[in-house]
């Protein structure tokens, strides 16, 4: 994804219109559609879209904070954990159909981790959490976040996954280091 074609930016009412996205989840594009503008007002979520040269709403995702008690943390938590583990959720990651398999989706995750491993130097973030969506396309969903360094929290259930900000740091490293390489 080039920056001078498509624009990531937090979600404005007036500026992101949402009326024809269709990601295929009739329950997120409902979400996105009726409820996003609420939610965020009320502080219960952020949402980030992104937009082709037109201003054409392809994709958007959202953060939230959230907390994973010790007991469900995996390997998140410490032997000496009592307290809740604090994390930011993905709550969403959509494309609409008209984009999909263009990598947009890969850039919108990219910029949540980028957005998170910033977030974190400020208040403490122990990860990314999100839980794929279970449908007929659970295992291709499921392939996408694991290629991009997310692990389930437990092989018997793989929905709930995660990526730690110290995993997401070292992405983010090694991916400036490679742009430097390649700008001459």
């Not at 329950?27 to 965020?40: A, F, V």
């Not at 984009?99 to 973030?125: D, N, T």
């Not at 694991?146 to 070292?170: C, E, H, W």
Request: hydrophobic share 40%; aromatic share 8%; glycine share 4%.
């Amino acid at each position: 994804m080039t920056e001078q074609k498509y624009k990531i930016t937090q979600f404005e009412k007036a500026l992101h219109d949402r009326s024809a996205f269709s990601c295929g989840v009739p329950p997120i594009d409902n979400w996105i559609k009726t409820s996003i503008s609420d939610e965020t007002k009320n502080d219960r979520v952020r949402l980030w879209c992104g937009t082709d040269p037109d201003g054409t709403l392809f994709g958007a995702y959202a953060l939230n904070p959230h907390s994973v008690v010790p007991e469900e943390a995996g390997p998140l938590a410490r032997r000496k954990d009592r307290k809740p583990i604090p994390v930011l959720y993905l709550t969403c990651l959509a494309i609409d159909v008209r984009f999909q398999k263009m990598g947009l989706g890969e850039a919108l995750i990219g910029h949540a981790i980028e957005k998170a491993a910033q977030l974190s130097k400020e208040i403490p973030i122990s990860a990314i959490v999100l839980d794929v969506f279970e449908d007929e396309n659970f295992d291709r969903r499921l392939a996408f976040y694991a290629r991009l360094g997310f692990s389930s929290f437990d092989p018997n259930k793989p929905a709930r996954m995660y990526l730690t900000i110290a995993d997401a740091r070292v992405a983010l490293a090694a991916q400036e280091k490679q742009k430097e390489k390649a700008t001459p």
